[in-house]
């Protein structure tokens, strides 16, 4: 009888580590016996109650060694957890009974097990403790106060973390009682395992997202806190990485309230000298290292403290006025840059890249030539750590500064070209730095570009013409589709030979000319939209190539590119297009349906022996790496996904919206089930996987609008409206509700576009006018979720219009006033006081040559430079996009 239960518990239970360890147990089976000895007829949460009981009050006799003790423990809480989804508080009420009681044990092992049961438990189904959150949250407050014993500590914060995004307004006092006991829980935990402590500043984080005004009244307090984390040297790069984080998180969603407190001196003087840091004696920053090994590049992103502080400047820069932000970082600022120490001026340049972003206003009206005169100079620094920094400061100003920083090309082109010319061969890395500034410069240019279009060809096209290395060949393709954007028709000239060498690069077989392969596809969709006309004879081909490539070559980056070219060719081939329409949309769909490069993450407490001693740690990690393969679904706690396949799902949605507006009344046998595949990936995690499918979804009602018009029908006309119906309601929410400016931004401009464009059929039924008004009323009161909205903070505050989002006057008059039959009654809607002729977003990219803009990685993530072309994405503000 033993051996056959051993058997079933070995079959049914082949994914815990844990419990396969106990099977080793000779004793295990009469163990079992003893404990599981109830009638055939008891009810489930019975028998857990008996296990969970024995466990909990230290009855083990089983001859289990100490070591598995927590692995079995919770093995059973997640068992009790399994019961407890199935059946309830009400059919199983002695476990809040049981759970008092073992927390309140003066048996400090047991209160470990009570809690580690709770935080499972209440992780299984959180919805059902509401009605007990101030009991619990009572009971967390007195187990974070037993600051002698580290496990109570995390297992509370753990419920804590679990509990937070469901808690209510009557519980906003308790919560904020346990704010100060968080901090030193934390801060117990650090010394004892960072890797924990790590995990436990989950609970700050989710309490620092919730609308509850629950940290402000601590914002002193919690600031302190991760400042002093930050700035310890002796610590792990980890704890001090996630406690960045949790200051980038912190002035994301307080920045008045930082402000309000004067906050930002303490703060700012913290994070220079982390960004001014240092690498150990004779080492350099990853970034500045020249490795040849280009897969190096992938992993730089933030991985250090220093990385993750100027992210933190970023945040700043985008969500504190200037006028308040300035004052304070120009002292700091201006003695980093006079600093004898490159790692000073270095960082004084990277402070002054991501101000270009957020501060992009207050630069270009009142600071645009002093500063660009400082990275210009820094460009002939003789540190190669400071010019790798003005190259990225330049880059970023050049992306953010249009279009006053185009008048001084006279003074950057001649700078930039001679530090191209500059580079060694084989510094590979060193040249992508220049190219990266180079690309961003040259695509803003305009017809000007055409002073210094004789050399920068001559530049981009040796490479291509001797012998080279592969990345040399990938960047001067790349630059060649910058110039190109900037060119226009005067490329022409150069057209046959680039074409030349496209052909050759992509009928190429080598492995090691894969990128250059696929930055070749890219760049011949930049060709097709930039030259036209003459791109037309050539379509055919290139759309057969690049279906064959993505029948040849299984590569998401590759198929991404690919799809960035069908875009670019829908527009000159129109209905042509139509015979490819199966493969290419088949292709598209299975890229957003694809769970490719998703990888599981498994819940590391299930196999973690946590605040124990190293007792059979050989025997344990044996066990660990024979059972790793074996795990089960069971034990998953989230997913990762490469960051390819989401650029994939972006990039599919991009070109299917472009190409549905393009191919017209031929793309309407695939709308129906592109557009609920594009309208799954609203809710997709990754921003901008969601801003693309908002977009996406706007080109189709486009397309639609479009297709009624040419070939009217009551099937046609019925799409319109339901597409519609379902569109701009999902618009109001995600304007509302949204939480990334970005992606609200991307909504506004679709919405734009949609109204444009079908005008009042988008308006049906009675109410969705309300609807819209209400909705961008409130992103001009300042009252959406993606904008500063702090109740508590800044009642008084004038309102306020910065550019982007959170004014886009200029942007407001067309967003639906051109689109209505009717002019609007007075009180409809509010207006700025004071509507400016143009916004600065808006004149930066009206006079782009192109409608579509390349979009690089942004080198301040500290990935490969720059991100080839990507399909296509509206180059306007809001208000100013051109209907698709």
Not at 311 to 330: F, G, R, T, Y
Not at 635 to 644: F, L, Q, R, T
Not at 716 to 744: D, M
Request: glycine letters at 4%; charged letters at 20%; hydrophobic letters at 40%.
């Amino acid at each position: 009888m033993s051996e056959v239960t051993l058997t079933t518990l070995h079959t049914h239970c082949a994914a815990s580590v844990p419990l396969r360890r106990c099977l080793l147990c000779p004793n295990l089976a009469e163990a079992l016996f003893a404990h599981l000895e109830v009638s055939l007829l008891a009810t489930p949460w019975r028998q857990g109650h008996r296990i969970q009981g024995r466990v909990l009050e230290g009855d083990w006799g089983w001859g289990i060694s100490p070591v598995y003790r927590h692995s079995v423990s919770l093995s059973l809480a997640q068992l009790s957890a399994t019961v407890f989804r199935k059946e309830g508080l009400e059919a199983w009420p002695q476990l809040m009974q049981l759970l008092q009681h073992s927390i309140h044990s003066l048996h400090v092992p047991e209160r470990e097990m009570g809690l580690l049961l709770l935080s499972v438990v209440v992780t299984s189904r959180p919805e059902a403790f509401r009605p007990h959150h101030r009991e619990l949250l009572r009971l967390l407050n007195e187990t974070l106060g037993d600051v002698g014993s580290p496990g109570l500590l995390f297992y509370s914060l753990r419920t804590l973390t679990t509990m937070a995004p469901y808690l209510g307004t009557d519980d906003v006092p308790l919560v904020r009682m346990l704010v100060p006991k968080l901090i030193v829980a934390v801060q117990i935990l650090i010394p004892v395992d960072e890797a924990k402590a790590c995990e436990a500043l989950e609970a700050l984080d989710e309490l620092l997202e919730s609308e509850l005004p629950i940290i402000t009244s601590h914002l002193s307090e919690v600031l302190t806190f991760c400042l002093e984390v930050a700035r310890n040297v002796a610590l792990g790069d980890a704890i001090r990485v996630r406690i960045l984080c949790c200051l980038t998180f912190l002035v994301k969603v307080k920045s008045k309230a930082l402000l309000k407190n004067r906050l930002l001196p303490p703060l700012l003087h913290t994070l220079f000298p982390i960004m001014a840091a240092e690498p150990p004696l004779g080492q350099l920053d990853p970034e500045d290292q020249d490795s040849e090994e280009e897969e190096l590049d992938v992993g730089l992103v933030g991985e250090t403290p220093k990385h993750f502080a100027v992210q933190v400047v970023d945040m700043l820069a985008l969500h504190l006025p200037p006028e308040k932000l300035c004052p304070l970082l120009m002292p700091m600022l201006e003695e980093a840059l006079r600093s004898q120490s490159p790692y000073q001026r270095k960082a004084g340049l990277l402070v002054l890249a991501v101000l270009s972003d957020g501060a992009g206003d207050h630069i270009r009206q009142r600071l645009l030539s002093p500063l660009l005169q400082i990275v210009c100079r820094s460009l002939e620094d003789p540190s190669q750590v400071v010019r790798n920094a003005a190259l990225f400061a330049l880059g970023q100003f050049s992306e953010n500064l249009q279009p006053h920083i185009r008048s001084y090309s006279g003074e950057v082109m001649p700078l930039l070209l001679a530090y191209l010319k500059s580079v060694p061969p084989g510094c590979t890395r060193h040249l992508a730095k220049a190219c990266y500034a180079l690309e961003n410069f040259v695509e803003n240019l305009g017809p000007e570009v055409q002073h210094y279009l004789t050399e920068l060809m001559e530049c981009m096209l040796q490479p291509l013409r001797n012998p080279s290395s592969s990345r040399a060949k990938e960047l001067a393709v790349s630059a060649l589709g910058a110039i190109a954007t900037a060119a226009q028709a005067s490329m022409l000239p150069y057209f046959p030979t680039i074409v030349e060498h496209l052909r050759e690069f992509l009928l190429t077989g080598h492995e090691d000319l894969q990128p250059v392969r696929i930055q070749s596809l890219e760049t011949l969709g930049v060709l097709a939209r930039a030259v036209g006309e003459p791109m037309r004879p050539l379509a055919e081909e290139c759309c057969q190539l690049g279906l064959g490539l993505c029948d040849q070559v299984d590569d998401p980056d590759l198929r991404r590119c690919t799809y960035s070219l069908f875009a670019a060719l829908s527009g000159l081939m129109g209905e042509s297009l139509t015979p490819h329409l199966p493969r290419i949309t088949t292709l598209m769909l299975l890229s957003l349906r694809s769970t490719e490069g998703i990888m599981p993450q498994y819940n590391g407490s299930s196999t973690f022996l946590l605040f124990d001693d190293e007792r059979g740690g050989e025997e344990e990690e044996e066990l660990a790496e024979e059972d790793e393969e074996e795990e089960d679904d069971s034990e998953i706690s989230g997913y990762s996904v490469e960051n390819a396949f989401f650029d994939e799902k972006e990039d599919a949605c991009a070109a299917l919206g472009e190409i549905s507006v393009n191919a017209s009344v031929a793309f309407l046998p695939y709308m129906e089930t592109v557009f609920e595949e594009v309208f799954t990936l609203l809710e997709c995690p990754h921003l901008n996987v969601r801003k693309a499918a908002h977009e996406a979804l706007g080109q189709f009602c486009c397309a639609l609008h479009k297709a009624c018009q040419s070939c009217p029908s009551e099937p046609n006309t019925a799409a319109l409206q339901a597409a519609l119906a379902r569109v701009v309601p999902s618009y109001v929410r995600a304007v509302t509700g949204e939480r990334e400016r970005q992606v609200v931004m991307a909504v506004l401009s679709a919405l734009t576009a949609v109204l444009r464009g079908s005008g009042s059929v988008a308006l049906q039924p009675p109410g969705r006018l309300a609807e819209l008004c209400h909705a961008l009323k409130a992103v001009l009161q300042r009252k959406t979720a993606c904008q500063d909205t702090d109740q508590e903070e800044d009642e008084d505050q004038p309102l306020t219009w910065p550019c982007r989002l959170n004014t886009t006057p200029c942007c407001w008059s067309m967003l639906v006033r051109p689109s209505l039959p009717w002019p609007l009654r007075p009180g409809e809607m509010p207006l700025p006081p004071s509507l400016p002729a143009s916004c600065h977003y808006c004149s930066a990219r009206r006079n782009r040559a192109a409608q579509w803009q390349r979009s690089p990685l942004r080198w301040g993530r500290w990935r490969s430079p720059f991100r080839a072309w990507v399909p296509p994405r509206p180059s306007l503000c809001p208000g100013c996009s051109p209907c698709c």
